[in-house]
DNA sequence: AACGCCAATTTTTTT
DNA sequence: AATTGGCGTT
């Protein structure tokens, strides 16, 4: 490709960014703007500019997918293959770092990854064995304070308890790194750390990287934390060729340790220049606006404002709804009228701010005949059937893997009791043995008895002459053999139900990836089964059953970033559900909520819906929410609000007056449009009941008392709900 | 080991 | 409301 090309299409700004000097550099990039384009002609540049060797680039992306769709469109953009680059997650990165130096990192060969279901397993366990009441300190707080602290990059040593609670804490976080350690485990934040501590112990190594990668681009980079800044500034070293690209409008994930700050930091560390890209290629004029106008609220921020040189488009539509299920109703009849008029289902996407609100919407877009797909939720390699399978293979692959074997030990169940169990648990504690050696030694010492020795045997034996039998197989039918001989397939074919049916077929599918999977050639592991397994912990498997079908997207908000959709459902924008209960104004959450509105509404490209629902059944209690305060700070005339407006006109002298029904929130429901009522009492709270449709609206608001007209605002109730 | 009952618990999620 | 986990019973 000719350089000018990489600059054509460009504007000035995102031009400026492709075509900096090599310097450090912070691309605050707004919603839309183009960011993954500049990052990818960026490489271009450098490799045809700067005459940059693909094996000196360096990219840091959050998700798998956005690596993936980095790879992808370098490869189209120079025409050849992008191997040699290192493109991958921070975790990706990390852990290939540390495979390829695993002894320096003091880790086994065949080291595994713990999920954070693993992790929490782990730490119920260990508070067991420790004789901790996990009431008191339920394994998920703990594995949630570990992880805070690991992203924090602190251990144990390097924290000082507050009081007798965090000195809990504290002493579960040691022993849980201890079994971590001794079982050749790694959490999450693990890898990160490890990897950190690596190169920061290992100058050579360390030197190493930073000769080899002078061109590093960071991609999302608002979503840093604490570990993952540090990392990137080791490796960065004192070269000055780091491009960073971020919106700090779009921090949503500050409560799971990300560091807004961080962009600030860098500025300031990197002495970097900054370059904005603020022209917006996805949203009306009128979406911008009111997105604009709404992340003016928050304070401290990096200052940005959006801009198009497009259309205004539709106003934004706000539906006060009556409850869940007319706001369902509603939001189904429009992406109906969306779909009559030619549009396709899959440009349509509802967005809400926690999983719980899918049903609903799933019933209502069932029962109109409407396909769907749901983000989210349990993934490919996280089902239960999978990791039992995949736990088998680890603990094949690496006997001191507690985790895998706590988890298949009697899985099926083989006769192996909690007795058994604890006597082999115990033994491992007392030993300071893995609990697969344990068992054995159990054996051998004779300790245990008729029963529980021979279960116990016959459990060795499996795993051993599964090993054995599966030297000379190719991955594939490594996963087959070990599925079936363990007698997992048995049990869950015996599981009756579409769930055992369903679990069947995933782990024929499990064993169909297996036969997909290539190995990463430039990477190192100890087999092409302990690459397949650190695969599946990576990369949770989203991309697995992806089914391009035709079909309104659903999704939370925080799954939405990064996305796009000519037509967007935003739903229960009410207080308390978004902003959630839990980040008021004392928590200092409220920001964080204003920017994941700002995300929400920035996914719209052409139209964007707003609903809010009166009356809300909420954890089996009915709830009353007020519309949320983000939807006063949407300037009015970017709004256009769906309601009954009822226009009333009360005769001279009189107390009697009539009402029409007049809005199009009736359009879809069949109700009929201008019927009159007439009543005698009017006023906040007054209900209109209009004969005949089973249609009420009740007054919310009455003002303007001019001469013989009443402007009334009155909310739709409708009585088949 | 399978079943059934009771109690607790409810943001957001990637790796 | 609905799901999940723990515990006791068969």
Redo the contacts with the bound molecule.
């Keep these: 490709m000719d350089v000018s090309e990489l600059l054509d299409g460009l504007n000035d700004k995102q031009r400026d960014a492709v075509a900096a000097p090599l310097q450090n550099m912070l691309v605050l990039a707004g919603a839309g703007s183009g960011k993954t384009r500049v990052l990818v002609h960026r490489i271009a540049w450098l490799m045809q500019v700067e005459h940059a060797s693909p094996y000196s680039i360096f990219a840091v992306t959050?998700?798998?997918?956005a690596a993936k769709e980095m790879r992808s469109r370098v490869e189209e953009t120079i025409s050849t293959s992008a191997g040699g680059m290192w493109i991958g997650?921070?975790?990706?990165l990390s852990h290939r770092i540390l495979r390829a130096h695993h002894r320096e990192a003091n880790l086994p060969e065949a080291f595994q990854i713990l999920?954070?279901d693993d992790q929490q397993r782990m730490i119920?366990r260990l508070l067991k064995a420790m004789n901790i009441d996990?009431?008191k300190w339920?394994p998920k707080q703990v594995s949630w304070y570990i992880s805070a602290k690991k992203d924090e990059g602190l251990r144990p040593k390097d924290i000082k308890a507050y009081d007798m609670n965090e000195q809990m804490f504290l002493n579960i976080y040691t022993a849980y790194q201890d079994a971590c350690d001794r079982a050749g485990l790694v959490d999450?934040?693990e890898i990160l750390l490890r990897c950190y501590e690596l190169l920061n112990t290992q100058p050579t190594l360390l030197r190493h990287y930073q000769q080899r990668f002078p061109h590093m681009l960071v991609d999302e980079f608002q979503d840093t934390n604490t570990i993952q800044y540090a990392w990137l500034k080791l490796l960065a070293g004192s070269g000055g060729n780091v491009m960073i690209v971020g919106d700090d409008d779009q921090s949503?994930y500050g409560?799971?340790g990300a560091k807004i700050e961080n962009i600030r930091r860098f500025l300031s560390d990197f002495n970097a220049q900054t370059i904005r890209l603020e022209q917006n290629y996805r949203s009306t004029s009128t979406i911008l606006k009111a997105a604009n106008a709404l992340i003016a609220n928050n304070s401290e921020r990096m200052g940005k404002s959006l801009w198009t040189d497009g259309n205004e488009g539709e106003p934004i539509s706000i539906y006060a709804a009556y409850n869940e299920l007319d706001e369902a109703r509603f939001i189904v009849g429009k992406i109906r009228s969306w779909l009559n008029a030619g549009n396709a289902l899959q440009d349509s996407a509802i967005l809400y701010?926690?999983?719980?609100q899918s049903r609903i919407l799933e019933e209502a877009l069932l029962q109109e005949g409407l396909k769907y797909r749901i983000y989210?939720g349990m993934?490919f390699f996280e089902r239960q059937e999978i990791k039992d399978a995949l736990s088998y293979l680890r603990l094949i692959g690496n006997r001191q893997d507690d985790a895998a074997f706590e988890r298949i030990i009697?899985t099926p169940?083989?006769?192996?009791?909690d007795r058994t169990l604890s006597l082999v648990r115990d033994c491992a504690r007392n030993e300071s043995l893995p609990l697969w050696y344990a068992a054995k030694a159990l054996i051998e010492q004779k300790h245990l008895t008729g029963r529980a020795a021979s279960a116990i045997t016959a459990f060795v034996n499996l795993i051993e002459q599964i090993e054995e039998n599966i030297q000379e197989l190719n991955l594939e039918e490594q996963a087959k053999y070990t599925i079936n001989t363990s007698g997992l397939m048995a049990m869950y074919q015996a599981e009756k139900g579409e769930k055992g049916r369903a679990r069947v077929e995933n782990l024929e599918e499990l064993i169909n990836a297996c036969g997909q999977f290539e190995l990463p050639e430039e990477e190192e592991f100890a087999s092409p089964l302990t690459g397949f397994l650190s695969y599946t912990a990576?990369?949770?498997g989203?991309g697995q059953a992806e089914e391009h079908e035709d079909a309104v997207q659903m999704?939370?908000l925080?799954?939405a970033k990064g996305l796009e959709f000519p037509l967007v459902f935003m739903a229960g924008v009410e207080e308390g559900m978004f902003p959630?209960q839990?980040?008021n104004e004392e928590s200092g959450?409220l920001e964080e909520?204003r920017r994941?509105c700002y995300v929400g509404m920035t996914r719209a490209m052409e139209k964007l819906y707003i609903s809010h629902a009166e009356t809300r059944?909420l954890?089996?209690?009915e709830k009353y929410h007020s519309p949320s305060r983000f939807l006063r700070e949407i300037p009015e005339q970017c709004i256009e609000e769906i309601r009954i407006k009822t226009q009333v006109t009360r005769p001279q002298a009189s107390n009697r007056f009539s009402s029409t029904m007049s809005h199009a929130a009736f359009e879809d429901t069949g109700f009929n449009l201008g019927q009159r009522v007439l009543h005698t009492k009017f006023g906040e709270g007054t209900v209109l009941n209009y004969e005949g449709t089973g249609a009420q609206s009740r007054i919310q608001v009455a003002f303007d008392d001019v001469g013989t007209k009443w402007l009334v605002t009155a909310y739709a109730r409708l009585q088949s709900i």
């Excluded at 959050?62 to 997918?65: A, H, L, P, R, V």
């Excluded at 997650?89 to 990706?92: A, D, E, Q, R, S």
């Design positions: 959050f998700t798998n997918k997650t921070f975790h990706g999920d954070s119920k996990d009431k339920p999450f934040a949503i409560w799971r701010r926690n999983n719980a989210g993934r009697n169940t083989r006769g192996i009791g990576l990369e949770s989203e999704m939370t925080h799954s959630s839990q980040s959450r909520e994941l059944r954890y089996g209690q």
